[in-house]
């Protein structure tokens, strides 16, 4: 059945107009006929072969559907926003560490790809997972590329998973500058993990766009590779160096994620310079599949849930 039905959507999505059609019809779905509980309980209990606890959580996974479901503050939003979160990023730890910055646009045509610089990266400000990764402009089909992006400025992500921050975003489509670890090496992501501002781990994450190839090390606050693992397997080949400046990452995140009951503050390191990546506040849309559980638990002691700030917008 899953086969049949890639194979469907591999042909509808062949051209734009069947593939607007398709969105607006399941966006229409989505909306209309499952309300956040049952589409969060659906695909929960389909990702991770359990019941959802949602009246007393005590799983990681579990706490961070509570929170997608009742928890609300408008600075989340903002962070959210693959633009607006630079100027929080400016405005707590310095413009200094964010990423060059070569557009932010409101419509695919105002892209003007001769006036861009031979490699570059596009994202879709609204969500997650939207980009473009640009090595050598000249080799791209930029036919296909512009139809992708139409489609995401279509997009409201908030719809799939029901992550309220996604769900009044104003679509765009930035324009950074394309990051490379240098002498070869895959592009590394340092997530910290951290908890009402306080920081418990860190994943470093190899080849994060590309799904398949995948590969997660965890590691404590003294650079101590940890025996847990989420989602995917540890990269054992490759040995991690313990950041020099890994002080001041952690003194980072802690500042970037003080406001917050939970977030996870991505850097970049890259020839010993930090670099702001994504503030996340449902990582893997509380989803990711823990190993051993005991982990999962103990992550869920750490997240404490909020009092106050409950959204008043609910649809269960």
Do not use: H
């Given at each position: 059945?899953?086969?049949?039905?890639?194979?469907?959507?591999?042909?509808?999505?062949?051209?734009?107009?069947?593939?607007?059609?398709?969105?607006?019809?399941?966006?229409?779905?989505l909306k209309h006929y499952l309300s956040d509980i049952k589409l969060i309980q659906k695909k929960y209990e389909r990702k991770l072969g359990r019941s959802l606890n949602i009246t007393e959580p005590l799983f990681y996974n579990d706490k961070l559907q509570w929170l997608k479901l009742y928890w609300d503050?408008?600075?989340?939003?903002?962070?959210?926003?693959?633009?607006?979160?630079?100027?929080?990023?400016?405005d707590t730890i310095g413009e200094?560490?964010?990423?060059?910055l070569y557009g932010v646009y409101d419509a695919v045509e105002d892209i003007n790809i001769n006036e861009l610089p031979d490699s570059f990266v596009l994202k879709a400000t609204h969500g997650s997972g939207f980009n473009i990764i640009c090595k050598d402009k000249k080799k791209m089909d930029w036919d296909k590329e512009f139809k992708k992006m139409r489609?995401?400025?279509?997009?409201?992500?908030?719809?799939?998973?029901r992550e309220w921050v996604y769900r009044d975003l104003m679509p765009r489509i930035v324009c950074e500058k394309l990051l490379e670890q240098g002498e070869g090496a895959e592009l590394q992501d340092y997530r910290f993990f951290c908890f009402a501002g306080e920081p418990k781990f860190i994943s470093v994450d190899f080849n994060i766009t590309d799904k398949k190839k995948t590969r997660r090390n965890l590691y404590d606050l003294n650079w101590e590779l940890m025996s847990q693992e989420i989602s995917y397997p540890?990269?054992?080949?490759?040995?991690?160096?313990k950041p020099r400046k890994l002080a001041e990452m952690i003194a980072l995140s802690k500042i970037l994620s003080r406001d917050f009951p939970h977030a996870r503050v991505d850097f970049y390191y890259i020839k010993e310079r930090i670099l702001f990546g994504e503030i996340t506040f449902f990582h893997q849309?509380?989803?990711?599949?823990?190993?051993?559980?005991?982990?999962?638990?103990?992550?869920?002691?750490?997240?404490?849930?909020?009092q106050g700030n409950i959204r008043e917008d609910l649809n269960n």
């Open positions: 059945m899953n086969n049949v039905r890639k194979i469907f959507k591999t042909i509808i999505m062949k051209t734009e107009v069947t593939a607007t059609t398709y969105r607006k019809i399941r966006g229409m779905y503050n408008p600075l989340a939003k903002v962070c959210a926003d693959k633009f607006e979160v630079r100027g929080y990023v400016k200094t560490y964010l990423n060059e489609l995401w400025l279509k997009e409201n992500y908030y719809l799939y998973n540890k990269e054992l080949n490759i040995k991690v160096e849309s509380g989803m990711g599949i823990i190993k051993p559980e005991q982990f999962e638990m103990k992550m869920g002691e750490w997240l404490d849930l909020p």
